[in-house]
């Protein structure tokens, strides 16, 4: 029998010698999980004062916070408010941290919710053009990373060719992203992200 072995580099042999990096690691977690956490509150006023209320079934439910360690092989946290992920389709507008990549904010739209809601996105083009939004257009709504090749900038393909594929596709998902940069301006950057989202949704002034 072959004895079992484990093999590391030595940067590697380094690494689990060194308890901080995971420590510090943890720490910035607990961060983003509280950020995310007030980030809600204020997307939830921001909602309250705008006059226009969620539908019913999707005000219903409760936002959550999801925690995972490898998308991709990267931890990420998400929070998902509104969120409603069932028949008669999907309304949910998703703030993701990415370690090592970026900030994102998304707005998923199928079935009756898109249906509801496809007019007034094809009327925003200009504006999400100018926001420097993308859209998925490669057919996996499930894929989170603008730069997968499931997105294009909005912009490039232009108004026409954009509103064939809001009517066509069966899901909307257009994405803004930020990089992990100037933290003192992400909170107002992120809601305005989520303003800009619910008001092309049609549920925000």
């Known amino acids: 029998m072959n004895s079992a072995k484990i093999r590391l580099s030595g940067e590697e042999q380094l690494q689990v010698l060194n308890a901080d990096w995971i420590l510090t690691k943890n720490r910035i ?18 909602l309250d004062q705008s006059g226009k209320k969620l539908p ?6 409760p936002p959550k916070i999801s925690r995972g360690e490898n998308y991709q092989g990267l931890p990420y946290r998400v929070l998902d408010y509104p ?5 008669p389709g999907i309304f949910a507008v998703r703030t993701m941290f ?17 249906a509801g809601s496809q007019e007034s996105v094809i009327r925003h083009y200009r504006q999400l053009a100018k926001w420097g939004f993308f859209a998925c257009t490669g057919g996996d709504p499930w894929q989170q990373d603008p730069g997968s090749g499931h997105y294009q900038l909005i912009r490039e393909p232009g108004a026409p060719a ?19 940069a100037g933290w003192e301006q992400l909170p107002g950057l992120l809601l305005e992200d989520f303003k800009r989202m619910m008001e092309t949704a049609g549920y925000a002034p």
């Open 98 to 114: 990415w370690w090592g990549h970026f900030f994102s904010v998304s707005l998923q739209l199928s079935g009756t919710w898109k």
């Open 29 to 46: 977690l607990r961060e983003i999980d509280l950020f995310l956490g007030e980030l809600q509150l204020n997307q939830q006023d921001l």
């Open 83 to 87: 969120r409603y992920y069932q028949p």
């Open 56 to 61: 019913e079934a999707v005000g219903a439910i």
């Open 162 to 180: 954009f509103e064939k594929i809001i009517r066509e596709q069966p899901f909307i998902k257009l994405v803004a992203t930020h990089e992990l």
